[in-house]
């Protein structure tokens, strides 16, 4: 178990006394860092790209699944395989780019290949090479390891190291509705565009999983960017890009919705929905989808958080933020600009504009966000002010769907906030977060208590062993070492009987050798010790 933290006192979510509260040192704690890269990103399921990203054979897409790098790949005959990016022969890293177009992969360590699918086709100087005819590349025993779960839902992709997680869908729950409302924007789906940023902040990944659904730091933190975008309304900037009024952000009203398995939506009304570039389709979608849903795909904003590492967000412009976590206090965050397939140039256009005002590294919002990430983790430090406080709006917490929740047919929603500087959210998501670490904390000390037993009866075996061969351990030896072993140990030839010494004359300097001396009680004792073995 973690030295540095009492679990216990982890996350308090009591409702009697009103206090609802996380400790600052679940974002600094090394111990439950390696907790949560074991079991939650390398033991759940976790977001890995978007089917536009591999969309022609040949091509592929690498990543992570917490420290383990993955490959994502299209075979000739357009299936989509999760493979372990590393040679089956001596482990070197077979992809080394992000993307690229390959229908065979050639490791440059030794030339081993491989087509896509993973299945190796051919090894280098094949010729005499030596390999055992009973074990080598039999049944696709030298094959790339396949991600042991891999699926799709409506295009994005998932992958698990752990064979028994959950089915994908059952994972995702309701969440897979809000989902629907991006995908369904059109007949033929999503497709991620061209370009995209990565950087890294000095911060816990738990950070920024909260941040994408904080609706109250956004007049705050994003003043800028509601005050530059004012001025454009008003006719003061030259800007002409038409974009979502960060000033009204929230005032329409809108909510929170808490899912199960730590995943969470922040919601809102936009202000001045008639800015977005879906808007020439609200007709056609409410008549597809009825009134409900259509109206909320276009004039409803959402921030939906799959656990644990990637925002799909269709607000002030539509993205996938995808994040990773390098350290306890770092953490590599990525994002693309997503949009509906066959969209008019006009409204792409418009789009990526959007895109690049708010949400680019370079743009009006995500330099500020960083910067309070980075500020955050530094005085996380502060261990005699241990606690964050997440009470805004426990008064008017709902268990369950809110209204809204409940006209887009999501049953599963397990908690609402009805107003989107709700924090009731967070409760839930760490409450989700301390029933894993509980559960890996338990696991580990099983598995510690299974290893020790484990090493004693080997230890125990080992001395019974030596026992049995009179104090000889006798260990296996290859045919090479066993004929060596043979030439050392081999009768040695009987030797001419030695001449009889002629008695020593009186004038020898040879010395009559001394007795021997007694040996201590404490050699003694050695010498026992080591012929009882």
């Known amino acids: 178990m973690t030295t540095h933290l009492d679990l216990d006192q982890a996350v308090i979510d009591d409702r009697e006394s009103g206090i609802y509260r996380a400790n600052r040192s679940i974002f600094t704690d090394e111990e439950l860092f390696e907790l949560e890269m074991k079991h939650i990103f390398e033991g759940n399921w976790v977001y890995l790209a978007h089917e536009s990203q591999v969309e022609n054979p040949g091509d592929y897409f690498t990543g992570y ?35 690229d177009n390959r229908l065979t992969i050639t490791c440059p360590f030794h030339g081993w290949t491989f087509r896509n699918d993973g299945k190796l086709l051919k090894v ?16 696709g025993s030298h094959d790339l390891t396949k991600i042991p779960r891999f699926e799709s ?38 497709e991620v565009l061209r370009g995209t940023s990565t950087y890294i902040y000095d911060g816990n990944w738990k950070v920024q999983a909260e941040n994408g659904a904080d609706g109250y730091h956004v007049t705050a933190t994003h003043w800028n960017y509601a005050a530059t975008t004012s001025r454009r309304a008003s ?31 922040l919601w809102t009304w936009a202000g001045n929905w008639q800015s977005r570039p879906l808007v020439p389709w609200l007709d056609k979608l409410k008549e597809k989808y009825g009134e409900a849903k259509g109206e909320f795909m276009v004039k409803g904003s959402r921030n939906l958080l799959l656990y644990p590492n990637v925002y799909l967000m269709d607000q002030f412009s539509t993205q996938i933020r995808h994040f990773r976590p390098i350290a306890v206090d770092k953490t590599e965050v990525t994002i693309y600009c997503i949009a509906p397939k066959g969209e008019s140039a006009e409204a792409r256009e418009h789009r990526i504009r959007q895109y690049e005002d708010f949400f680019n590294a370079t743009g009006m919002a995500t330099p500020d966000d960083l910067e309070e990430f980075r500020s955050c983790q530094f005085t996380f430090k502060a261990t005699t002010a241990p606690w ?35 924090e009731g959210l967070y409760p839930v998501q760490h409450g989700y977060w301390l029933e894993v670490m509980r ?27 030596r026992r049995a061969k009179g104090g000889a351990v006798k260990e296996q030896q290859s045919p090479a070492r066993r004929k060596s072993a043979a030439k050392k140990t081999a009768p040695a030839k009987k030797a001419a009987p030695a001449k009889k010494a002629a008695p020593a004359k009186k004038t020898s300097t040879a010395k009559k050798a001394a007795p021997a001396k007694k040996a201590s009680p404490a050699k003694k004792a050695s010498r026992r010790s080591t012929e009882r073995g």
């Not at 028994?164 to 789906?189: C, F, N, R, W, Y």
């Not at 917490?397 to 009805?418: C, K, T, Y």
């Open 439 to 465: 559960a890996a904390v338990a696991g580990e000390d099983v598995a510690l208590a299974g290893a020790q037993q484990a090493a004693e009866k080997i230890g125990s075996d080992h001395k019974l062993v």
């Open 388 to 422: 964050n406080d997440m009470s805004r709006g426990a008064e008017h917490w709902l268990e369950g769907p809110d209204p809204v929740a409940d006209s887009l047919g999501m049953d599963g929603v397990i908690a609402s906030g009805i107003k989107n500087e709700d």
């Open 124 to 139: 280098k100087d094949p010729e005499d090479a030596g390999y055992p005819s009973q074990s080598f590349n039999i049944d």
């Open 235 to 265: 006719g003061e900037s030259k800007n002409t890009t038409e974009t979502v009024d960060a000033g009204k952000w929230g005032k329409q009203g809108g909510g929170t919705w808490s899912f199960p398995n730590g995943h969470l939506c």
């Open 65 to 99: 699944i917490g420290r383990q790098p993955v490959v994502i790949t299209r075979s000739k005959d357009g299936t989509l395989n999760g493979l372990i990016n590393a040679c089956a022969h001596r482990g070197a890293m077979l992809c080394r780019r992000k993307t």
């Open 153 to 190: 839902y409506r295009g994005f992709l998932f992958g698990s190291l752990n064979p028994d997680v959950l089915p994908l869908t059952e994972h995702l729950g309701d969440a897979t509705k809000v989902i629907d409302m991006l995908v369904d924007q059109s007949p033929d789906g999503l």
